[in-house]
């Protein structure tokens, strides 16, 4: 049988974790995780690390990094703390990354107000989507509510035969006056 690959025994490595009921922190677990994968490859238990997936690992860390750093250089503009490390004559702000949306980026100095105009729209489409993401969960959270409420967790409604007719009707009697009715969503649930 073949040796699973870095980026394999780390996943595997992280969801075993999280699995454990130890972690429930994503960066203590993945702390950890990429702690055993590294010493796995010491071991020989599974392949070297691909080196391009490790740099493009590493970059999209940096990217998103920059991406917020960039987002607290505009409040410090707009905040008029021109003179802290972050003012507008800083090294931080020569070369830092705005994310304009869509896959483009640019150095804050050099953006425009067309680009601060694009970046606004870019993101009242993700708040949009975001929106409708949010309503369709809570949605299916006030669907599923009473057979987890019932039967303590998704696991245990699974094995009580739950979810397997979204018309079923849920015998509540042994919900002992838990919560048993669908919370309507709010807005900023």
Same mark, same amino acid.
């Given at each position: ?15 075993? =974790? ?18 055993? /994968?590294? =010493? ?14 490790? /740099?493009? /690992? ?27 490390? &972050? ?24 953006? &425009?107000? !067309?680009? =601060? ?30 057979? @987890? ?15 397997? !007719?979204?018309? %079923?009707?849920?015998? =509540?009697?042994?919900? %002992?006056? %838990?919560?048993? @009715? ?8």
């Amino acid at each position: 049988m073949p040796k699973p690959s870095f980026n394999e025994y780390a996943t595997q490595q992280y969801h075993q =974790l999280i699995a454990s009921g130890r972690y429930t922190s994503r960066a203590e677990a993945l702390a950890e995780a990429s702690s055993q /994968a590294a =010493l796995a490859v010491e071991a020989r238990l599974c392949s070297a690390p691909d080196a391009t997936q490790a /740099a493009s /690992a590493a970059i999209s860390d940096y990217d998103e990094r920059q991406g917020r750093s960039a987002d607290r250089i505009l409040e410090a503009l707009a905040n008029g703390d021109v003179d802290t490390e &972050t003012g507008y004559r800083s090294a931080e702000l020569r070369r830092t990354i705005a994310i304009l949306g869509n896959g483009k980026r640019k150095i804050v100095g050099d953006l &425009t107000m !067309d680009d =601060l105009d694009a970046m606004t729209e870019n993101r009242k489409q993700s708040h949009t989507s975001a929106t409708k993401a949010l309503v369709a969960w809570a949605a299916n959270v006030n669907t599923v509510a009473p057979a @987890i409420t019932l039967h303590g967790t998704v696991g245990a409604a699974l094995d009580a035969g739950e979810f397997r !007719d979204p018309v %079923k009707a849920v015998d =509540l009697s042994p919900a %002992k006056g %838990k919560r048993i @009715i669908p919370r309507k969503a709010r807005s900023g649930d």
